[in-house]
């Protein structure tokens, strides 16, 4: 894709939660500190139940299989439940 086409930037974060770890793909406008907004988005939402464990941009892969659709999806959550055969 064009740059200048591009808005923003995927960030993968990886962290736990009750010791239990867990992964977020989430997208930012590119002139956002990813890491700033992500880890205070965790310790808004989760407070003390959750470390960060890292936080880095997308891969070019991770971000292809995100547009596609094709990253694993957390079968705890009712939206990542792949219904039919």
Not at 37 to 66: D, K
Not at 78 to 84: E, I, K, L, S, V
Request: with cysteine; charged share 30%; aromatic share 10%.
């Amino acid at each position: 894709m064009p740059p200048f086409y591009k808005t923003s930037r995927l960030w993968v974060i990886d962290f736990t939660y009750d010791g239990r770890p867990r992964r977020w793909i989430k997208p930012l406008r590119e002139r956002e500190d990813g890491h700033a907004v992500l880890a205070a988005e965790l310790r808004e939402l989760y407070g003390s139940r959750a470390r960060v464990v890292l936080i880095r941009p997308a891969t070019n892969e991770e971000e292809t299989q995100f547009i596609h659709g094709d990253l694993p999806k957390n079968v705890l959550c009712p939206t990542g439940r792949r219904g039919g055969p």
